[in-house]
């Protein structure tokens, strides 16, 4: 596609429950990284992927949070056992270099 | 681990010009980074600049690198009420990762 996909743009999820995050990056970009921005705070660093490399995955905050990327490009970031606290704008960014990493629109998750 | 500081908050006259500040830890930035997030929006790439650059000018935006400081500004030339939003500086780590500063809230009055 012509840019970074992300679905749902918005979740409303029950605390406890596990919530699916999906990112289509543009078709070739061999990076691929997950953000958290929480309301009026900056980018919080989740996850990188590059190429076949094993991911980064330094900045998720507890065991719950993972990340996997299939075949090179589609992303599924997975929250289980939601908290509160994991209610945020969960932003995915993708690049074909060192230069240019398009972002999504997000998705917005709530916890409830 | 990469540091990057902003000021959370400018406030500048329409017509005016906006210079927003940014500094950072790892010398080792290759691609410095200038974003721009309007309300409810994703992350709009403004513009970039490489490492051996010390000066980037794109139509109304001048970015200004001292390396040897490790600062980055972005000027904004004759700003416009749609140029109200949060800027973000980002900046490559010594491994290709991308680490954001906390934002530059700019707003414009009349």
């Known amino acids: 596609g012509a840019g970074v996909s992300q679905s749902p743009s918005n979740k409303v999820t029950e605390k406890g429950k596990d919530v699916e995050l999906r990112c289509d990056p543009i078709s070739g970009h061999t990076a691929l990284y997950w953000y958290r921005q929480s309301l009026g705070q900056g980018l919080e660093f989740l996850i990188y992927f590059q190429g076949n490399s094993a991911p980064d995955k330094s900045g998720l905050p507890s065991d719950r949070f993972s990340a996997e990327r299939t075949g090179g490009s589609v992303s599924t970031l997975t929250i289980q056992r939601t908290q509160q606290e994991d209610s945020a704008v969960y932003l995915c960014?993708?690049?074909?270099?060192?230069?240019?990493?398009?972002f999504g629109s997000g998705t917005r998750l709530t916890v409830v | 681990g990469e540091d990057v500081e902003q000021s959370l908050f400018l406030s500048v006259r329409e017509g005016d010009s906006s210079v927003i500040n940014c500094t950072y830890t790892?010398?080792?930035?290759?691609?410095l980074y200038w974003y721009k997030q309007e309300p409810g929006a994703g992350l709009q790439l403004l513009t970039y600049?490489?490492?051996?650059?010390d000066m980037k000018q794109d139509q109304r935006l001048t970015v200004l690198l001292n390396k040897k400081d490790k600062h980055l500004s972005l000027r904004i030339a004759d700003t416009q009420t749609g140029d109200s939003a949060i800027y973000f500086c980002?900046?490559?780590?010594?491994?290709?990762?991308?680490?954001f500063g906390a934002g530059t809230q700019v707003v414009v009055t009349p």
């Open positions: 600049i490489f490492s051996n650059m």
């Open positions: 960014a993708s690049s074909a270099d060192t230069y240019g990493y398009t």
């Open positions: 790892d010398s080792s930035s290759t691609y």
């Open positions: 980002a900046v490559t780590d010594s491994w290709g990762k991308l680490q």
